[in-house]
Structures are given as structure tokens and as C-alpha cells.
T-cell receptor, first 115, second 116 residues
């Protein structure tokens, strides 16, 4: 079974609007971490935001916020006030405490910000 | 934040030759580094976990004799693609982590390998 599912292969958003990128996960480990990365066309992986399974509040980093719904096992990324430079591939990832500590990635969402 | 440097960023090689890719942690010691492979428009697939001073742990289906990993120091891991073939053409990217579990993995810039 897929551990990380991103159901939106591609998304479009108008500049200055907000956009939500979906991510659901599957784990039986009570301790885990959820990550979002941005990958522009250059290929580098840019860390955006982290949410721990025991964190009580949703993580926020500038224009990025993570809508963490633990019971639904979802960790959606919200980007507010989209900018043209936000156009990129976005990956959701999970690290389970009981694993070998590597990240498991979703299939990604290609976000295009329209002027 | 911590920086991971990967070199080279692009390489073209002939079939049958070997290519070495370096992954360095510049301002921290990384006991564990990870090597991923990414095909166009696809996700990152873990190839192996590189542990300083010990043998790498390879994921199922990854040929350890073809993808040689050496983690000789706390700041350097290398991936050597031996006897490269066109089907090895891909984007290879490394990551390194330090600290506790809630620190993000820092990624190198990636290496785009083309085998001709």
C-alpha cells in the first residue's frame, strides 16, 4: 500500500490566490514526521515545512502552513498569496520513527502559478 | 541552515564507463546519508542508506555491485555507477541528516546523469 498519497498530479492557481495541495499518509507507527518539499525545474529539493505526529498545533512557515488532520491522516500544504516563483513540483514525505529513518515520498504535485 | 553539496551537477558518459558522484555535508557531520534516484516527472526513490564506517544498506531491487556507495568520513559519501548503460540515465540526489528525528533531511543539488 502507498504510504504517502498525493492525488493531484497538477494544480493551477492564480497569482496572489491561496492553494491547497493534498497529502494523505498511512502508518501504524504512533511517532512520525511529515514534510513538504519544493522541487523547482533545477532539481534541488527545498525543505518547506515539518509537522510532528505529536505536535498539537498546525505548523506554519511564512506563506506555508500545514493543515494536519491526524484522524483523517492528512497533511495538506496551504500556500497563501501565491507567487510566480512558487511554480514547481511539491512533494509530501513521511518519516516513521520505527523505520531506518529515511523519508518516503509521495508522487508529487506540479503547481503552476498563473499571472 | 545546513548545507549539502553534491558534485557534479551534470555528467555525460559513454556506455561501459563508471561515474562517481560526491555528496558532502559542509557544516555538519552526517553519520547517515541517503541516495535517491528520480526519473522524469516521478518521485524520489530511495536507492540506499549510507552509513559512515560501515556497508551501505540497499533497497530491494538495487544492484549493490552496480551502484557502489562509500561513506568513508562523516562529511562525504560517494555513489559510483559502474559500467553505466543508457538505462542508468537519471537524476541522482543525496540527502544527509543530523540531529534528532524532527530535523529535515538536507538535500544536495542533484546530479543529472546521461549515458550515451
Amino acid at each position: 500500500a502507498q504510504k504517502i498519497t498525493q492525488t493531484q498530479p497538477g494544480m493551477f492557481v492564480q497569482e496572489k490566490e491561496a492553494v491547497t495541495l493534498d497529502c494523505t499518509y498511512d502508518t501504524s507507527d504512533p511517532s512520525y514526521g511529515l514534510f513538504w518539499y519544493k522541487q523547482p525545474s533545477s532539481g534541488e529539493m527545498i525543505f518547506l515545512i515539518y509537522q510532528g505526529s505529536y505536535d498539537q498545533q498546525n505548523a506554519t512557515e511564512g506563506r506555508y502552513s500545514l493543515n494536519f488532520q491526524k484522524a483523517r491522516k492528512s497533511a495538506n500544504l496551504v500556500i497563501s498569496a501565491s507567487q510566480l516563483g512558487d511554480s514547481a513540483m511539491y512533494f509530501c514525505a513521511m518519516r516513521e520513527a520505527g523505520s531506518a529513518r529515511q523519508l518516503t515520498f509521495g508522487s508529487g504535485t506540479q503547481l503552476t502559478v498563473l499571472p | 541552515g545546513a548545507v549539502v553539496s553534491q558534485h557534479p551537477s551534470r555528467v555525460i558518459c559513454k556506455s561501459g564507463t563508471s561515474v562517481k558522484i560526491e555528496c558532502r555535508s559542509l557544516d555538519f557531520q552526517a553519520t547517515t546519508m541517503f541516495w535517491y534516484r528520480q526519473f522524469p516527472k516521478q518521485s524520489l526513490m530511495l536507492m540506499a542508506t549510507s552509513n559512515e564506517g560501515s556497508k551501505a544498506t540497499y533497497e530491494q531491487g538495487v544492484e549493490k555491485d552496480k551502484f557502489l556507495i562509500n561513506h568513508a568520513s562523516l562529511t562525504l559519501s560517494t555513489l559510483t555507477v559502474t559500467s553505466a548503460h543508457p538505462e542508468d540515465s537519471s537524476f541522482y540526489i543525496c540527502s544527509a541528516r543530523h540531529g534528532t528525528d524532527n530535523t529535515e533531511a538536507f538535500f544536495g543539488q542533484g546530479t543529472r546523469l546521461t549515458v550515451v
